[in-house]
């Protein structure tokens, strides 16, 4: 049983297609890093699975059930976008605020041992008007961890940090993984942070996923590679996948092609030139991380397609 799994999922907003036919597969006890360009629809998928609005097409399951449309999960606990949060009241008090809402017993222990957890023991108190963003992203992840949630959605939750405070909040959500077996759905821009602890990857492009791959297979394809830059990028690309089957093709901008998998440079340029495709350049390159995530994902600049 998969902790969050999405079945043909869509949504549009008027006439503009966010996504078509998106299959999520989150194992459970994975942190699951969710990757695509700006606008590609991160957090729109993030509130769908929340139940903060409904999908137009396709299903959700978390932890098994089938999710109702804008019914929130109870084992389900979210960040996405600004932490909600009351400015004028505490940090203890705007987490005492939602576990009356949840309706938990012992609120006030719990509250501040969630505070304690996420480091904000000693500002429990003060407003959160006055909180930085370092503490209103820990204050967000207390929020969604109240209720101890099996499933947790954390949108961006390391952006715009100094590296300091997204390293603890990093180790935070690793705790949270390993201590309590929370499993963790989160997006984020900055691939280094993410490539630091997660164990799986979805990466999110024209709607759909462009790929689901655990953290050993993106470290297997990112072991060798060879980048080829040609003009006739497409053609190139048609030819390689067809000659090599196994291999993993990707295009990536300024007309280069990458190709994952043991593949010898010599049969490369033999296939592109009995094609008569001329190669500008053919080059092995290790371990660039970062071009193989942002060729899955389709590019580096201007936002995810209209
Ligand atoms: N409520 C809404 N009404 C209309 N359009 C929306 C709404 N919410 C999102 N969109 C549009 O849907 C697209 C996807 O937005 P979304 O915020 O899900 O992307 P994202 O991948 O999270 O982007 P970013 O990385 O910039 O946060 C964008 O073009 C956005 O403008």
């Known amino acids: 049983m998969f ?12 006439h503009k297609r966010v996504l078509d036919g998106l299959n999520v597969h989150v194992g459970q006890g994975e942190i699951y890093g969710f ?49 909600g949060m009351y400015a004028n009241l505490s940090a203890l008090d705007n987490l005492m605020a939602k576990a009356l809402v949840l309706g938990l017993v012992d609120a006030r222990r719990t509250c501040e ?19 930085s ?11 969604a961890l109240l209720g101890s949630p099996d499933v947790l959605l954390l949108d961006e939750p390391l952006n715009g940090l100094d590296p300091e405070i997204a390293r603890d909040i990093r180790s935070l959500i690793v705790r949270m993984n390993r201590e309590r077996g929370v499993t963790v759905f989160i997006s984020s821009h900055a691939l280094d942070q993410l490539e630091r602890i997660c164990t799986v990857y979805g990466v999110l492009r024209d709607g759909g996923l462009a790929a689901e791959l655990t953290a050993d297979e993106v470290d297997q394809a990112c072991a060798r590679c060879l980048i080829v830059r040609t003009g006739e990028a497409p053609r190139a690309l048609a030819a390689l996948t067809e000659r090599f089957p196994r291999a993993h093709l990707v295009a990536l901008p300024d007309d280069e092609l990458r190709i994952d998998g043991d593949i010898d440079a010599e049969e490369v340029g033999r296939a592109l030139a009995e094609e008569g495709i001329a190669i500008r350049e053919l080059r092995r390159s290790e371990g660039d991380r970062e071009a193989f995530f942002v060729g899955l994902m389709g590019g580096h600049d201007g936002p995810a397609s209209e």
């Open 35 to 83: 990757i695509g360009k700006n606008g590609a629809g991160k957090s729109t998928t993030m509130k769908l699975i929340a139940g903060l609005m409904p999908a137009d097409a396709g299903e959700i399951r978390v932890l098994g059930d089938l999710l109702v449309p804008c019914e929130p999960h109870p084992r389900v606990g979210a960040l996405i976008e600004q932490p």
């Open 133 to 143: 963003l370092g503490m209103r992203q820990r204050l967000g992840i207390a929020l």
């Open 3 to 14: 902790a969050i799994e999405t079945a043909g999922l869509g949504k549009s907003f008027r």
């Open 113 to 131: 041992e969630l505070l304690e957890v996420v480091g904000l023991a000693d500002a429990g108190n003060e407003k959160t008007k006055r909180f």
